[in-house]
């Protein structure tokens, strides 16, 4: 039988072990209660309930905190709150079924909207300073695609905001509020495998970037908050730790990820930066290498002010169509130039540096080149409305498992992210994870010990160590980014698909002749490129062969060999016969990735429609919650 290891209260238990071929370094060996992998909102959010429920917890993170992807997304959180026109929950889950395109799970959708009232009031009551009103209540803005009564009024009043940006406040004040409840912070520690106890999870290995020493840490429970995997394009808004690590562990354990076809763009990024730029609503616009001002084509009545999934797919037309600029034809510009300096002073200073910065260039009289970027994954680790990470193939959940963030697939996006949801999303289901691991066990509840830690990414490391040739970590990086950019962009089809996946299975068989020409253990940041590459690479992979099988256009999807969505009712008969399961896509993907050879299994699990919340049915029929062309969110 397998033993039990107490957990330690106060710190963690230190032990020296050889460890699995590693050979000058033994590992160092921790037990938690919890152990969080990510310092972002989710896992921050996670980490402060675990230590103020007075669970040992440890948050381990390759980079500070406050460096989290979760910095960057400044807008502001999405809750009906009301505090500036009346407002209702369910008016706001309406918005966020309709703009999932069929593919939200609306139990889900309806747990995150109907908390999130209460989640805005916790975070106030932690110190968040949100922009108040002249009554000294929360103010509200609008934001996306929000809406009040179903769609029937005017556009809502819904996002609350900071300032500062909602992001780096949330980052700043869970940080400092959990390390007052003395969370143990492993700040610059990479994750690398599950430790998997017979079906079950004890927690995770990981790699001290600062020595290049192996840790364990060994836990009863395990959450995953490691963010997204936008980084696989050559062109992203994301920073640069957005590298799939906790999907990829996860892949390594012979679990699902779900939905990684869906990956929303920014149609103004730098081109060749990717740093998400604004001013569309400063009275900026966009032009092509004919110095055309091509919205008009593509949306007539809004022009430059339509949605980011509209303006994305007109540039990628534009650019596909051989109307780019630059010697590639492969971007656009975006042109501010006539707005008054006062204007970009006030509005736009910040930009202003940003494009200066990165391109030398000067907004006021500089035409900027733009191009979309990947934004946000909508796929990734499937879990239910309390965190716990499902084998969806038998619905069982994996014990001891949680993921929550923008690594984790909840269902509540669905094919497309509702504008101020990715905080709200981070933050409910962040707690929701706490919660339900502070339900089921205590603090200093025995835990299992696995005897071997899995040492799939050890042994990979040991591997390329010995190399005294092969090729360069950056150059296979930039292959892998130029076919996602390529062949899993805007606009998709199926022989750059095809060819897409090929061509990355070729990076994924280099993978084991990357060359590192440091081999210090110290501060390698060439290993850890090369970990996160290989990372990167499994969701790339797993993302590409998920958008090969759907054939339709839903959400951010969009194909153009099979342009129509492809519900179960068939939309082009007067009769709306519903078709079998096997000949619609109104359902979740769930990609399994061989570990070894990189091939990818495809299976599906059906969108959950029912959604009861607190007792109340308020479920949306699918024939009502949607039209049936694109939306505009």
């Not at 440091?518 to 998920?546: F, G, K």
Request: aromatic share 6%.
């Amino acid at each position: 039988m397998t033993p039990l290891v107490k957990c330690a209260r106060l710190h963690s238990l230190s032990l020296h072990r050889h460890m699995n071929g590693c050979s000058a370094v033994g590992a160092v060996h921790h037990v938690y209660d919890a152990v969080v992998v990510g310092g972002g909102g989710a896992g921050l959010t996670a980490a402060l309930r675990l230590v103020s429920n007075r669970f040992n917890t440890a948050v381990i993170s390759k980079a500070k905190p406050n460096r989290s992807n979760t910095a960057s997304a400044v807008g502001g959180i999405n809750a009906a709150l009301g505090t500036v026109k009346p407002d209702h929950w369910k008016w706001h889950f309406f918005d966020t079924v309709k703009g999932s395109d069929g593919l939200g799970d609306q139990n889900a959708v309806g747990v995150m909207t109907k908390r999130a009232p209460g989640a805005m009031a916790d975070l106030e009551a932690l110190g968040i300073n949100f922009t108040k009103s002249s009554c000294g209540e929360i103010d509200q803005r609008a934001y996306g695609g929000s809406t009040y009564a179903d769609g029937k009024r005017e556009r809502a009043l819904r996002c609350c905001y900071t300032e500062g940006g909602a992001g780096p406040s949330l980052l700043e004040t869970l940080s400092e509020r959990a390390a007052e409840k003395n969370c143990h912070f492993y700040d610059y520690f990479f994750a690398l495998d599950l430790i998997m106890c017979g079906g079950e999870c004890c927690g995770v290995s990981a790699l001290d970037i600062s020595t290049g020493h192996m840790h364990t840490f060994q836990a009863r429970s395990t959450v995953l908050a490691t963010g997204g995997f936008t980084r696989a394009y050559l062109t992203s808004t994301s920073c640069s730790s957005c590298t799939g690590d906790g999907q990829a562990m996860v892949a390594r354990a012979r679990l699902p990820n779900q939905d990684t076809e869906f990956t929303m763009f920014h149609p103004t990024g730098l081109y060749g930066a990717g740093v998400m730029l604004t001013g569309r609503l400063e009275g900026g616009f966009l032009t092509n290498g004919l110095g055309d001002r091509f919205m008009a084509r593509h949306s007539p009545g809004s022009l430059d002010l339509a949605s980011r999934d509209v303006i994305s797919r007109a540039i990628a037309t534009e650019v596909g169509e051989g109307r780019g600029c630059g010697e590639g034809s492969d971007h656009v510009m975006l042109n501010l130039s006539h707005i008054h300096p006062t204007v970009v002073d006030s509005e736009l200073s910040s930009m202003k540096t940003t494009v200066n910065v990165f391109s030398g260039l000067d907004i006021r009289k500089d035409p900027v080149p733009v191009t979309p970027a990947a934004h946000y994954s909508l796929g990734g680790i499937p879990t239910n409305v309390h965190g716990q990470v499902i084998d969806q193939l038998d619905g069982r959940v994996v014990p001891g498992l949680y993921a929550a963030g923008e690594c984790a697939c909840v269902g509540a996006h669905g094919a497309y992210r509702h504008g101020a949801n990715s905080l709200l999303d981070s933050v409910v289901f962040g707690e929701a994870c706490a919660q339900c691991i502070s339900d089921n066990s205590a603090p200093g509840d025995d835990i299992r010990h696995s005897p071997e830690v899995q040492a799939n990414s050890l042994n990979w490391v040991q591997r390329v160590k010995e190399n005294s040739e092969g090729v360069a970590c950056g150059d296979l990086r930039a292959k892998m980014q130029g076919v996602m950019q390529r062949c899993g962009g805007v606009l998709r089809n199926g022989a750059d698909l095809e060819r897409g996946i090929t061509q990355l299975k070729d990076i994924w068989k280099s993978l084991d002749s990357i060359l590192l020409a440091n081999r210090n253990p110290e501060w390698n940041c060439e290993l850890v490129e090369a970990l996160e590459l290989r990372n990167t690479l499994s969701l790339a992979i797993q993302s590409l062969s998920s958008a090969n099988e759907r054939r339709e256009s839903r959400g951010c999807h969009q194909r153009t060999d099979y342009p129509i969505r492809m519900d179960e009712s068939d939309q082009s008969q007067p009769t709306k016969m519903p078709l079998p399961a096997e000949q619609h896509f109104r359902k979740h993907t769930l990609s399994y990735l061989d570990a070894e050879t990189g091939e990818v299994s495809i299976k599906y699990r059906p969108v959950d429609d029912v959604a009861v919340v607190d007792g109340e049915d308020v479920s949306i029929s699918h024939s009502d919650q949607l039209p049936t062309t694109l939306t505009a969110y």
